[in-house]
């Protein structure tokens, strides 16, 4: 019996089963073929989100950000770069407080940026500050 784990795909919210000995393989989509585990950052939104964090098997680390925070804006690439890093063990993705601001409270967001590791759909881990992306995958990595 192969083990698998569920992914949502990051572009149509699929969820699809994966086995864990081919996650490395680039794993697409059943529904849209897009890619699953490609490394990116996935743009989260209130229709989205919670979704995207439960229904994932696999870690997922969440930037809570602002398109009018300086620090955000300077640790975008980083963030980027930590995505590239952690996959396919750790899915990043990002959601812009100002326009959802329903799930920022929920999590208790009082300032940007501030990243949450989620797993099974629970917080894990949560830091707050810009950082650069060996110390975001040294950070996921720990509480994943």
Not at 15 to 22: E, L, M, S, Y
Not at 25 to 54: H, K, W, Y
Not at 75 to 90: E, N
Not at 117 to 126: D, V, Y
Request: charged share 15%.
């Amino acid at each position: 019996m192969n083990d698998t784990v569920h992914v949502t795909c990051p572009n149509c919210a699929g969820i699809n089963r994966v086995q864990t000995a081919k996650m490395a393989a680039s794993p697409v989509c059943g529904r849209c073929e897009s890619p699953l585990l490609s490394g990116s950052v996935t743009d989260l939104n209130a229709q989205t989100f919670d979704r995207f964090i439960t229904k994932n098997d696999l870690p997922v680390l969440v930037d809570f950000w602002s398109a009018s925070c300086g620090p955000c804006q300077m640790m975008a690439p980083a963030y980027s770069q930590a995505a590239t890093l952690l996959a396919p063990k750790i899915r990043l993705a990002k959601l812009q407080t100002d326009t959802n601001q329903a799930i920022a409270s929920r999590y208790a967001i009082m300032s940007v940026p501030t990243m949450i590791l989620f797993k099974g759909g629970q917080e894990a881990g949560k830091i707050s500050g810009a950082m650069d992306a060996a110390a975001i995958t040294s950070w996921a990595k720990l509480h994943a």
